[in-house]
């Protein structure tokens, strides 16, 4: 179980790295959603980040570790570590994607916080510790450690 | 060998001295009409197979036909490793005979190959691949191979630059140690095979395409080739990468997919690593040439391609594990790479024999390991085109065992432990 | 590296999928010997365009139909096996 | 030691404030800030910086850039340097490579002297006898070898990666590749400028006045243009399938080199022309230079290059090397004009050019000799992008052909052209490669491209002789040290192709990989054979463009490994670390025979977290299960679980485990830790290709629960301290599964299964408490004297008891009977996968048996993978699982061997590695230990 808060240094452009390991999840089987941010990464499933919605539900909150990575640098120490194009025009607020973070397969979704960048990077649980060791080295260069 | 001036030292020093210029390694010749034997692909089984032919059996009215230059396929784009300690006792015999005529080759053809026996050493880095090393250590043994499993202090002493410390991911907990294996220069075989067969009379049709294969009720009439047609009532594919497509021309399919087999090379430096490195966990192999450069291969690519490109992850990957072995060696500078194409079969074991067409024999199939089979599969396909039968060494490669569902074992290893 | 414009997620690397190979239907499981190894084994591994199976493992994880030319590498068309193409 | 620092020059990049002291061979010397190795060296008068590969003769430098051939050195551990590329630094120790005992005096150039004995593989051609020599040959020829040296302790450094996503990647600087960076980012693309100099500019950087005039004006604009991301000394290394491009940035501050991993939609090629060397007799001698070699010495570095020089020329670059000589005070002693048939025939002297020998039969005495013969084009990336360039016989070189429509080829590429004209040009390129980004991103978005590609309009190309070789002989490739005359004696003696030439003779093999060498090795080879081969050949260039440190290439290299929530436990309690696949778990916690001792005699814990565990519910789970298992599952009750076996279609095995029904549409399947990943993919494959109308939804759950298996008599008495689930053996019986809560957590799942052949539950707690759960099981043990026990153990008593573990007591062939459970083999099942083949392997029967073996001395455990031997019929099976069992006290084997020894009390002969041979024989249940499952069942 991963619980260490990662700080940079001190002013807003700053990166934190946090761990949400304990955030309730849920996986949802059907076309919609509810809940505080639902995304779906493959046709007919959503995921689901809040209280327990209707429907076909599995619980996911033990099966992912969660990190949310915010500051300005996010999407440039994202980009060392994730071949996907973080470009507003092709990944914007609230975008979703299930793919390689870190050699890793990961839910990535980005959920800006009042203007400053900021993405939740949802491994699978047992690949957390991996993907905190992957995130602190990319983050040398902008102070995370 | 009558046509042939020798090659020596002493015959250096006169030319050198005399100014006066070598005799051509092989002539060129126009397509004749009919050969007794048409060997498609001029690479080491192709040119070896006419070699032994006609060194063998006597059998010198053979064309080779090569699309560009001899040695341009796997031949000339391998890693050069030999090395005979398979898993399979059928696997280890083969391959211990290659390993024999390796040996001899040089004199053989009067030509120095460069073999290189400096070791072969493949690194275990879990229990279940040491387990599988002493497997193939236990069979080759039994079959008279030098091969034995090593502490990693052994390692340590026999390649003093690899990282034997408790290693988090990947700790080294032995090895397969296999004395006679090590690496030969890939062109000068393929040079030498081809100037013995052509002082025996072979054709060496280079530059030229086989177009077609005319089959008549069931049997082989003739070829066709971007220089012409010829008659022949023996066909032997001798590709790799495009064995799929030759074999096509005649009818007939192969249990094959191509994929391409990435390699790279470093700028040279001095020696210093001596043995040859292989780790199945890291996907990786490495040798120093007489050059100081490194050679790496890998695992056959992800998906199928007849392409020889290569790409960007062969190199990334390959450089990540070699850092894991050896870190020392982070700055040396990758130089070059390459790809060629290996035709998978699904039980890592080649195709030999004959065909349900008369005449159409396949030496095919060879996947990653074809180069260091050379020698013998040309030896073998030799006598089995004399005898009329396939022998007892590759009896168990033939193309009906996938009909008879009775696959050869190295599968076994491929598919044991992780 | 390729991109492999999934109908679901849309341009990703080919590391984020594997690779299936040949479709080759399944015969009735009452078939012949030869039948049934021709399905395990023989494969046509022809030049050129080639329809094959891809599984976006490190995505949607949905299976996929993909026509791929293997000389140039050049996709052609990406279809979800299920039919389900609004990328 | 004699200063040639000139005076201040326009155009150069040295800081006169900054003096850097560096050794040269152990000795100090001082360069300036800005400067490179080579030119710092050149200001302190060396001439001589390198030996040659074979021959071992003096050389200096030639082209002045990355690709010099004779400028490589060895940096402290670095071996390998472009000392012409990478600027001198504070302390830097400096030595030349491939000298012994030293640059001035090298034992081994006595070769040159027998240079005639040693032809292009003189070594295919001897050594050969005896045999018995052959090894110390070859040690001889491992001393040829021309590299640095590799430290063995050195520690390799930082380096990283890094994916970007340009519209547009320029590939060179120079007024056409600035031009193009403008245009694109005008027309809104973003831009990655990437240039292999320290600083922007290329050739103009030592141009004339209004050529640095126009070249401030561009940086300026770039400067400006945030659309444009400017990498200096960067190269663009190789172009791959689908615009994949990799970018080594070599001045970062946080690394020492990261590499770039670029999607790019347009990839233009600026990248201008190499000045091509050529080939006389004494071409090699320190003092012979490139026109533009000495043009980057006095330009950009203020080094004169010389005092009393010859010029050859046949272009611009060589008339405006003159001005540039004279205004740095070097004496033109002759020019000799390429044009008007003038040219060099031979350069003498034995430390560098003493003596230059015209055409005209004149000897000119003079310490330099600059040649400016032509030009050759750097292909190399179009080639990686399927172009195959043809030559032009009017240009001299060769220029692109075809090439798809996401590259761009610009500037001295495609012809030639003032610096006003490659602007203009630069800038037409540069718009259509934004209209064709923006066209592939369309496509990408699902669209329709809005445009069609358009032809831009390229360059003239002016006149230029086609000068390759004088008439006589001299180096080709000055790396591989391969003269013209080793050309020709290749091609006489049949290796008639220039690939097999090549081969050969080496001829572009060395570091510099042709890029200088290529085509007057093409030209040669086509004068040797008697044709053209310029006009019928190709060149062809393999990736990378510029040679990549292995460190570039790694970055921050992180191989994935999983962890157990318990895990952090394990590491406290010093675990012995077992690597299973991506997996680190506990082996054992150091004593794994007592750990066995504690779960037989009463009770113990092993955290199997890592094993699969699939989430299935819908109606049509059962069709599911009953078609990838081999054994029946339309009627599991809820509650119970079962054990079944997967096969693949070939019939080999492929997983196994026990799949549970814990409500009526809900089951939970559990597979092999290894096997997970495969199976999950396995099951999806089915579902969506062959029964997409089955309802089945699928959820990976495997890192959700953390898995604790307690075994041993005592297990339900520890388990009844935590749950509420009642554990009556009438109410919760063997191989019947539970829900309830442990420890106090909710949701929980129990099953009673024994893989160690003992009572045991296997608890399944939601992950986030599995440390919790596991450290209460201990504590409320206590009294039970519970202990911990790893991998170690358990594969210890399931070998007791008999169990198989896939992959290791099956390999790749082994197929469904044959392992014991035959029975659950239901072949009369209408279809699952593998039954064909099942069918087939039952009728045969011919099969190799899983069997428990036991060696006569029970004392002796075969190690694993021991052969078993017949004097007549060979290897007859193998030991795949051997222990010594604490239990009964003596060594356990699993074996498979051949169906005709498979009977019990057959006798068996185990051949050890040692190579002696032990009698075992063969038992009659696969469980040496309580084969009848009491201990199970209580």
Redesign the interface.
């Known amino acids: ?1 991963l619980t260490s808060i990662l700080k940079g240094h001190d002013s807003v452009s700053d990166l934190t790295l946090t761990d949400l ?2 955030t309730p999840k849920w ?1 949802l ?1 059907g076309d919609h959603a509810t809940g505080d941010l639902a995304w779906s ?3 007919g499933e959503w995921t689901v980040l809040g209280d327990r919605p209707d429907g ?1 539900v ?7 570790a969660m990190f949310r990575l915010t500051g300005v640098d996010a999407p440039r120490l994202l ?2 570590i ?4 973080l ?1 507003d025009d ?1 990944f914007p607020d609230k975008a979703a ?4 973070v ?4 990961t839910e990535l979704v980005r959920d800006d916080h009042d203007g400053v960048r900021s993405y939740l990077i949802l491994p ?7 993907m905190h ?2 995130i602190r ?2 983050g ?2 902008f102070g995370l450690g | 060998m009558s046509r042939r001036t020798r090659f020596s030292a002493w015959k250096l020093i006169t030319h050198g001295l005399s100014r006066s210029p070598w005799p051509k390694v092989w002539e060129h010749h126009d397509l004749a009409s009919a050969y007794d034997v048409v060997i498609v692909g001029g690479g080491v089984h192709g040119l070896a197979t006419a070699y032994y032919l006609a060194r063998n059996h006597g059998i010198t009215n053979v064309a080779v036909v090569e699309k560009s230059y001899i040695g341009s396929g796997g031949s000339g784009r391998n890693t050069a490793i030999v090395r005979s300690n398979y898993l399979t006792v059928e696997g280890s015999r083969f391959y211990d005979r290659s390993v024999e005529l390796y040996e001899r080759l040089a004199s053989d053809l009067n030509f120095n190959v460069m073999f290189s026996q400096r070791g072969h050493m493949t690194l275990a880095h879990n229990d279940s691949s040491l387990r599988t090393m002493r497997w193939r250590a236990e069979v080759n043994k039994l079959e008279g191979i030098d091969s034995a499993v090593i502490s990693p202090d052994e390692v340590k002493r026999l390649a003093p630059f690899i990282d034997t410390s408790d290693h988090p991911r990947y700790p080294i907990v032995g090895a397969l140690w296999h004395p006679p294996g090590g690496i030969v220069r890939h062109d000068a075989v393929v040079w030498g095979y081809a100037r013995a067969a052509a002082s025996l009379g072979v054709h060496i049709h280079q530059e030229t395409e086989l177009t077609g294969i005319d089959v008549g009720s069931g049997r082989i009439v003739g070829v066709r080739t971007s220089r012409g047609s010829v008659s022949t009532s023996t066909v032997i594919n001798c590709t790799a990468g495009w064995s799929s497509l030759v074999s096509a021309m005649a009818g007939v399919t192969l249990p094959i997919t191509t994929r391409p087999l990435q390699a790279a090379v470093t700028e040279p430096v001095r020696q210093f690593l001596h043995p040859v490195i292989v780790s199945g966990s890291l996907h990786t192999y490495v040798s120093q040439t007489a050059r100081g450069e490194f050679v790496f291969g890998a695992s056959v690519d992800p998906f199928t391609s007849y392409a020889t490109r290569g790409s960007l992850e062969f190199t990334t990957g390959l450089a990540g594990h070699i850092l894991e072995l050896m870190p020392a060696v982070a700055n040396m500078r990758l130089l070059r790479q390459w790809a060629g194409l290996c035709d998978m079969t699904p039980d890592y074991g080649p195709i030999i024999g004959p065909t349900e067409i008369e005449g159409f024999y396949v030496d095919v199939g060879w996947g990653t390991y074809g180069f260091k089979a050379g020698p013998v599969a040309g030896e073998s396909v030799a006598a089995m085109i004399a005898n009329g039968k396939p022998g007892d060494l590759i009896s168990p490669f033939g193309l009906d065992r996938f009909e008879k569902g009775t696959l050869t074992a190295e599968k076994g290893a491929a598919a044991v432990g992780h | 590296m390729l991109v492999i414009i999934c109908p679901n997620c849309g341009p990703r690397n080919d590391n984020e999928f594997s690779f299936g190979g040949e479709v080759i239907p399944r015969p009735s499981v009452d078939t012949d010997p030869a039948t049934w190894r021709r399905y395990l084994y023989m494969r046509t591994n022809t030049s050129g365009w080639q329809s094959e199976r891809w599984f976006h493992v490190s995505g949607c994880r949905r299976f996929l139909n993909i026509e791929r030319h293997n000389v140039t590498n050049e996709i052609r068309m990406v279809t979800d096996v299920g039919g389900n193409n609004d990328a | 030691m004699r200063d040639h620092r000139l005076d201040p020059q326009p155009g150069e990049l040295i800081d006169r404030s900054e003096t850097v002291s560096f050794t040269w061979n152990g000795r100090r010397l001082e360069g300036l800030e800005g400067d490179t190795i080579a030119s710092a060296l050149a200001a302190n008068g060396v001439r001589v910086l390198s030996r040659s590969f074979k021959l071992h003769r003096r050389r200096g430098l030639l082209t002045a850039t990355y690709h010099d051939p004779n400028a490589m050195v060895q940096v402290g551990d670095e071996p390998n340097v472009r000392a012409a590329h990478l600027n001198v630094s504070e302390g830097m120790e400096v030595s030349a490579q491939n000298v012994w005992p030293a640059l001035s005096f090298d034992v081994k150039a006595a070769n040159q002297l027998v240079s005639r004995l040693l032809p292009p593989g003189f070594y295919y051609k001897t050594f050969m006898a005896p045999r018995r020599l052959w090894p110390w040959y070859q040690r001889v020829l491992g001393r040829f070898v021309a590299g640095g040296v590799v430290n063995p302790e050195h520690q390799g450094g930082e380096y990283d990666h890094r994916f970007a996503h340009p519209d547009v990647l320029v590939a060179g600087s120079g007024p056409t590749g600035m031009a193009a960076s403008l245009a694109a980012a005008e027309a809104g693309a973003s831009v990655i400028l990437v240039e292999e100099e320290p600083a922007l500019g290329g050739h103009i950087r030592f141009g004339d006045d209004s050529d640095l005039g126009a070249l401030a004006d561009l940086r300026a604009a770039i400067e400006g243009q945030p659309l444009i991301e400017v990498m200096t000394d960067a190269v663009v290394a190789g172009r791959y399938d689908h615009n994949w491009v990799s970018v080594v940035q070599r001045d970062m501050a946080h690394v020492e080199e990261r590499l770039v991993l670029a999607r790019v939609k347009t990839l233009v090629v600026a990248a201008g022309t190499l000045e091509r060397p050529y080939v006389f007799r004494g071409n090699d001698l320190p003092g012979v230079m490139l026109s533009t070699a000495v043009r980057r010495l006095i330009n950009l570095y203020a080094v004169k290059p010389g005092d009393r020089a010859v010029v050859l020329t046949a272009n611009q670059s060589g008339d405006a090397a003159i001005t540039d000589l004279e205004r740095a005070g070097v004496e033109i002693a002759a020019v000799l004009d390429a044009r008007t048939g003038e040219t060099v025939v031979e350069a003498t002297g034995r430390k560098g050019v003493k003596t230059v020998v015209d055409s005209n039969g004149r000897r000119i005495d003079a310490d330099l000799l600059v040649t400016a013969i032509g030009w050759t084009t750097p292909t190399a990336l179009l080639n990686m992008a399927g172009d195959r360039p043809v030559y032009h016989s009017g240009a001299a070189r060769f220029l692109p052909s075809s090439l798809p429509t996401n590259v761009l080829a610009a500037g001295g590429m495609v012809g030639d052209g003032t610096t006003d004209q490659l602007v203009e040009h630069g800038t037409a390129v540069g718009h259509e490669a934004a209209v064709r980004a923006e066209a592939v991103k369309a496509t990408w978005r699902g669209g329709a491209p809005e445009a069609t590609p358009r032809d831009i309009k390229g360059l003239d190309v002016e006149d230029h002789p086609e000068l390759y070789r004088s008439t006589t002989h001299g180096f080709v490739d000055f790396s591989e040290d391969v003269t013209s005359e080793d050309l020709f004696s290749a091609a006489a003696e049949g290796y008639d192709s220039m690939e097999l030439a090549k081969r050969y003779t080496t001829a572009g093999m060395g570091p510099v990989q042709g890029k200088v060498e290529a085509v007057n090795a093409l030209a040669v080879h086509g004068e040797a054979v008697g044709t053209s081969l310029l006009e019928t050949s190709t060149t062809t260039w393999r990736p990378p463009y510029a040679p990549i440190r292995l460190g570039t290439l790694a970055g921050q290299y992180h191989d994935p490994v999983r962890y157990s929530p318990i895990h952090p436990w394990h590491e406290s309690h010093n675990a012995r670390p077992l690597i299973a696949g991506q997996w680190i778990r506990p082996d054992h916690y150091g004593d794994p025979q007592a750990e066995v001792g504690a779960v037989r005699s009463s009770v113990g814990i092993i955290d199997v977290s890592p094993l699969g565990k699939i989430d299935l519910r819908g109606a049509d789970v059962p069709r599911l299960l009953e078609f990838v298992y081999v054994n029946k599952w339309s009627k599991l009750e809820i509650g119970k679980v079962r054990y079944g076996m997967m096969c693949a279609e070939d019939g080999v095995i492929m997983d196994d485990g026990v799949t549970g029904r814990l409500s009526p549409d809900r089951y939970m399947m559990s597979t092999t830790s290894g096997g997970a990943g495969v199976v999950w993919n396995w099951l999806d494959d089915w579902l969506q290709t062959s029964f997409p109308e089955w309802d089945v939804k699928m959820t990976a759950v495997s890192d959700g629960y953390a898995s604790i298996n307690v075994a041993g008599p005592n297990s339900r008495e520890l388990v009844s301290r935590l749950t509420d689930i009642d554990l009556d053996p009438h109410q919760f019986g063997y191989m019947e599964v539970r829900t309830g809560t442990v420890a106090r957590i909710a949701d929980c799942f129990l099953w009673r299964i024994g893989f160690t052949g003992e009572l045991s539950y296997e608890i399944h707690v939601p992950a986030n408490h599995g440390l919790e759960v596991w450290e209460s099981l201990l504590e409320e043990g206590q009294d039970l004297e519970v202990r911990p026990f790893g991998v170690e153990a358990q594969r210890i008593m399931r070998l007791e008891k008999g169990h198989f573990i896939v992959g290791q007591d099956t390999d790749g062939l082994t197929q469904g009977f044959g392992f014991g459970i035959d029975w659950a083999i239901k072949m009369d099942k209408p279809d699952f996968s593998g039954k064909p083949e099942l069918a087939w392997q039952k009728q045969r029967g011919d099969y190799p048996r899983l069997v428990a073996v036991q060696t006569d001395d029970p004392s002796i455990v075969p190690p694993e993978a021991s052969q078993i031997i017949d004097r007549e019929a060979g290897i007859v099976g193998r030991i795949t699982s051997s222990r010594m069992s604490p239990t009964l006290d003596r060594s356990v084997c699993l074996a498979q061997v051949a169906h005709n020894r498979a009977a019990a009390g057959e006798k068996l002969d185990i051949r050890l590695p040692n190579g002696t041979t032990v009698p075992a024989t063969v038992m009659e249940h696969l469980a040496h230990f309580d084969p009848e499952g009491t201990r199970l069942r209580v």
């Open positions: 179980m390991g304990k996986r089987f990464i493959s046709p076909d599995v619980d996911l909150t033990s099966v992912r980009a060392k994730c071949a996907l194009d470009g092709v994607a299930r793919t390689l870190g050699n890793v397969a699978s649980r047992s690949f957390g510790r991996h060791d992957v080295d990319a040398g260069e």
